[in-house]
């Protein structure tokens, strides 16, 4: 080994172990929202997770869950995992940046230890510029797919560095084999390293052939192919044959399930066998290297046989129930999440075909008797021709309607417009909104600066990126030195001055200027770059809103953009040494003026908004979501938020299992009905009678709400239609429960929108439900009404559980399930603590509240019993999911307050909107609408001198908001007229209060600084 590969191998794990202490000391130390906490919960307890599975990241979470030495450590364990793979990232991207730096100096007349050293600080400032990077460094410390993945990208991109080393001799094959397998385990983290593929087989063409145009243009064509192939043909196609095998030999034959995917096997291992054999034999080497990458593809690909093995031991997590070939179709495809048209495809404001409204997809089958059998005629929307279109950007997935609003924001057109818009206004989104919104918005955050860490749905106010350069980020999105305190201090907050984009602009074009194999290497890297991040906006084709950033899906493009970073040391080196004459003063020189002025920058801006470290939120808020319930209750959840941290912390820290946690966003499928009846830890099947025949998929999907004219009479009288007897009128399969007047076909219904319970008040009182104190208060039937035109199976099967459990199981309902996922029953709702208990006492607020509170119980639960995750200390960072969730907590505090002072419990009151400041200061999360509310909760308790100080908080923060927004121009997607029309109400309201409670002094300033400020509205 030469002295420069020992150097380049020493800087190498320099690097390595720079960025793993780095991400090991910023990691989450347990589970974070999102997905983190199912992907941890199944790798741990070898589950399944949601569609397209990721087994191998699993397999390999399960190896690092071992040495956790406790299940409190798995959830850090795992997310260690994230942070190691990351720092193997960096290793291989510097090894990718010296190769390439080195054959642009090579060649160079100078001696060789500079050029070594050259070599060594191009590779160690690119390395170091990713290490510290927004995108990268955020899936470094959290247990996601998304770090394993890009170590994917960077050892393949690597290996055919090597292999381009090494071709010509023998055995240089070895790295295009090596390559593939790698791609193959890949598809078992995710699909993103496949990107790739069009940067190796380039490199490729550049190494074997002599570059012309026409041959460029087949290269590329190859590229796509391949591409194309391992996405839509391997993927899928390989398991949609084992099935149809299946199939065949199953119904044709009469031979047991699953003896098609044997024969299936067989087939593929010995077609391979002989055609292996056959080009050795025959000396086709080419052959012979496509199949063997084919096979060894395949041998990666076939860590999704753990999601089959797996499925079929029904673990209690068991997402889609894949443990056969035609389910493991469906969650390889993402059925569940529907189809985005891409090349050819309908508007999003398409009507469905008079003539034809739905067609057939395809068919779903179960298995009976022996045989497969079809269930159900699979179908989806047929759209009217015109309006569908060659690349469309504004689409729908499914029924159209969605997102008519948003596109009209950002395409200029009119939102109620049933025309199909123009071709131009379809790109002007493409370019508006997928190209710039959501790439290079994100490529900025990570080479110029970001305004917040904040999502954004558009306009000026958050989420942008910024540059700190005040006449080039004042021009786009106004004086952001008129930003309010809370805003310039917000950690994502992030200002690079351009200079890692003017760095890596730099390295990209001395790397096409600099020599021909420069430029064969420019092509490459450009390749790279643009199929991990413009080839993806092509491919998401992403509609607006979109839950969350997604710039974690272009971490391969900044990847690629890192490597010019690198290489823009040598620009840089370039240009100084006209100054600096010596090698030896200008080489350390620029190096240190390059490292501070990138890696260094951006390692100081990103620390504080990328530190999890002692951030223990989502776990104890899942800790107190089940705390809030009852021994052996059911608690209804909805979103990701309030499921997956409450499945990890029963399934792998083993708490609160007694109570079983039903997802009703999942409940409208038949695979988690089935699990829902299964028990469950210390937690019994959950009281579902229907049988499976009566909600398999395609069946009941959705009931919809017919008001029979000849049951009206009865309803009115009754309040409402029996909810059994409707509940058995929907599960009966008789023609007569079908017809509907005016409609030719069967259509599941139920014959009323209004239902009725009768309660019975000694159960109530046996079980708990109501204290007796309170069997005043208890109602002789529940009566409620479902707006709306239809209820999806999750709502019915609510129902049966509600008719079966006869009040023996507490019932909750998270406080984050939106309301239409109450199915009418809020106003039975009874607060106490992170959920709504459904007790048989009716409660109308006129606050906008939803249902009453238990103040006993939630004393104890919000003031003793429940953990707030290091919230309250500086020092943690609370990104803005973590702020969202605080603001129920303050919500949950001022109803306890209110509560207790209604009962004329003062002191008790002031001790909970005291522990509320102290749980969730204002320094923390800045107060606005919650602060006005507890205020004024203070000001009903006497506390005036609290009262005051809250006053002049938000009053304060309000003014410098409405400041700011008068200094803006609204855009077509700005958001803060309407801030600023809630900020000034708000300002109104604390008028109002001050004036109501006599503070006059403090009252007279609000009245200034309102009047001011509505007359800067009014000139607006």
Not at 183 to 201: D, K, Y
Not at 823 to 849: M, S
Not at 862 to 886: A, H, Q
Request: proline share 4%; aromatic share 14%.
């Amino acid at each position: 080994m030469s002295k420069y590969q020992k150097i380049n191998v020493l800087v190498g794990w320099l690097s390595f172990a720079i960025a793993a202490i780095v991400y090991l000391l910023t990691l989450e130390p347990t589970v974070s929202f999102w997905d983190c906490g199912e992907f941890i919960t199944a790798s741990y307890k070898l589950q399944i997770g949601h569609p397209p599975g990721a087994p191998f990241f699993m397999i390999l979470a399960r190896f690092f869950a071992v040495f956790a030495g406790g299940t409190e450590n798995v959830a850090l364990m795992i997310n260690a995992l994230s942070g190691i793979v990351s720092a193997f990232t960096i290793l291989f991207l510097f090894w990718t940046i010296t190769h390439l730096a080195k054959k642009l100096i090579s060649n160079q007349e100078e001696p060789v230890g500079i050029q070594v050293w050259k070599i060594i600080a191009v590779g160690f400032i690119g390395a170091m510029a990713y290490t510290f990077s927004d995108t990268f460094w955020f899936s470094a410390v959290e247990g996601e797919v998304y770090a394993t993945s890009s170590l994917f990208t960077a050892i393949v991109f690597w290996c055919i560095l090597k292999w381009e080393n090494d071709a010509g001799k023998a055995h240089a094959n070895r790295w295009i084999i090596l390559i593939a397998y790698l791609m193959g385990l890949s598809i078992g983290v995710h699909l993103l390293n496949l990107l790739a593929i069009p940067a190796i087989v380039m490199v490729y063409y550049f190494k074997n052939y002599t570059p012309t145009r026409n041959g460029i243009i087949k290269a590329l064509g190859l590229a796509v192919l391949l591409l194309g192939g391992a996405m839509y043909v391997i993927i899928p196609g390989v398991v949609k044959m084992a099935f149809l095998f299946d199939l065949f030999f199953v119904n044709v034959i009469g031979l047991p399930f699953n003896s098609g995917l044997v024969i299936f096997i067989l087939a593929i291992i010995g077609g391979i066998v002989w055609g292996i054999r056959y080009t050795i034999q025959k000396q086709k080497v080419l052959a012979n290297t496509v199949l063997m990458a084919f096979t060894v593809v395949l041998i990666g690909y076939s860590s999704y046989a753990v999601i089959m093995i797996r499925s079929n031991a029904n673990p209690s997590l068991d997402q889609n129930n894949p443990e056969d070939l035609q389910t493991l179709l469906s969650y390889l495809n993402r059925e569940q999440y529907g189809d985005t048209p891409l090349l050819y495809g309908q508007y999003f404001n398409a009507p469905l075909d008079e003539n034809e409204r739905y067609v057939k997809d395809k068919n779903v089958y179960i298995k009976k008797d022996g045989k497969y059998v079809v269930s159900y005629e699979k179908k989806k929307a047929n759209f009217k021709d015109s309006h569908k279109s060659v690349f469309p950007r504004m689409h729908t997935k499914g029924i159209s309607g969605k997102n008519h609003i948003e596109y009209a924001k950002w395409a200029g057109i009119k939102a109620d417009q049933k025309e199909k818009p123009n071709f131009a206004q379809n790109i002007k989104f493409f370019f508006s909104y997928q190209v710039n919104y959501m790439y290079v918005r994100y490529f900025m955050w990570n080479f110029a600066g970001r305004q917040s860490d904040r999502q954004s749905y558009g306009g000026v106010v958050e989420g942008n990126w910024i540059s700190g350069i005040p006449l080039i980020d004042n021009m786009r999105l106004g004086d952001q030195s008129l930003r309010p305190d809370h805003m310039k201090n917000n950690k994502g907050n992030n200002k690079y001055y351009f200079l890692p984009l003017l760095l890596g602009l730099a390295g990209l074009i001395y790397q096409y200027r600099k020599s021909i194999t420069g430029q064969k290497d420019f092509w490459v890297i450009m390749l790279l770059f643009v199929f991990t991040g413009l080839a993806i906006v092509l491919y998401l084709n992403q509609p607006p809103l979109q839950p969350r950033e997604r710039d974690y899906a272009y971490a391969g493009s900044f990847y690629a953009f890192a490597i010019w970073i690198g290489l823009g040391f040598l620009a840089v080196l370039e240009a100084c040494k006209k100054v600096l004459k010596s090698d030896q003063i200008a080489v350390p020189a620029v190096f240190v003026l390059c490292f501070v002025a990138v890696p260094g920058l951006m390692a100081q801006q990103n620390w504080d908004d990328h530190d999890r470290s002692d951030r223990y939120l989502a776990r104890d808020m899942a800790y107190n979501y089940l705390n809030s319930c009852e021994p052996n209750a059911i608690l209804f959840t909805m979103g990701d938020n309030d499921t997956f941290p409450l499945w990890y912390l029963q399934e792998v820290e083993g708490v609160r299992t007694d109570v079983r946690v039903c997802n009703l966003s999942y409940l409208s499928t038949d695979w988690y009905i089935d699990q829902m009846k299964q028990q469950n830890y210390d937690s019994a099947p959950l009281p579902i009678s229907m049988k499976k025949e009566k909600y398999l998929e395609g069946r009941r999907d959705v009931v919809y709400l017919v008001d029979d004219p000849r049951l009206k009479a009865y309803v009115e009288k009754y309040n409402g239609l029996d909810i059994k007897e409707a509940l058995d009128y929907v599960l009966s399969d008789k023609e007569s429960t079908k017809t509907i007047y005016g409609y030719d076909e069967r259509i599941d219904h139920f014959p009323a929108s209004k239902f009725r319970m009768t309660v019975d008040k000694e159960q109530i009182l046996k079980t708990g439900t109501v204290r007796k104190e309170e069997s005043d208060l208890i109602v002789d039937q529940l009566e409620w009404e479902v707006t709306g035109n239809y209820i999806e199976k999750s709502g019915f099967t609510l129902y049966n559980m509600l008719v079966e459990n006869n009040w023996e199981r507490p019932m909750y309902f998270a406080i984050t399930v939106p309301s239409d996922g109450y199915f009418g029953l809020e106003k039975y709702f009874q607060l106490e603590g992170f959920a709504y208990r459904l007790v048989p006492i009716e409660t109308k607020n006129d606050d906008g509240q939803v249902g009453r509170v238990n103040g006993l119980k939630m004393y104890t639960n919000m003031l003793e019993k429940f953990k707030w995750g290091n919230i309250e200390d500086p020092n943690v960072y609370l990104d803005e999911t973590c702020s969202r969730m605080t603001l129920s907590m303050r919500n949950n505090y001022l109803r306890l307050a209110e509560s207790l002072m209604d009962e004329g419990k003062r002191d008790s009151a002031v001790m909970a909107l005291d522990k509320c400041m102290e749980v969730v200061p204002n320094d923390r999360v800045p107060l606005d609408y919650w602060g006005v509310l507890i205020a004024k909760a203070y000001y009903r308790a006497a506390e005036y001198e609290k009262a005051n100080q809250l006053i002049e908080v938000v009053s304060e923060r309000l003014v410098q908001e409405l400041d700011y927004y008068a200094s803006l121009k609204p855009v077509s997607t700005s958001e803060f007229p309407r801030w600023q029309n809630r900020n000034l109400y708000l300002m109104q309201e604390l008028y109002q209060i001050t004036a109501r409670y006599e503070q006059n002094d403090l009252n007279k300033k609000i009245e200034l600084e309102f009047k001011r400020l509505l007359g800067n509205y009014r000139k607006g």
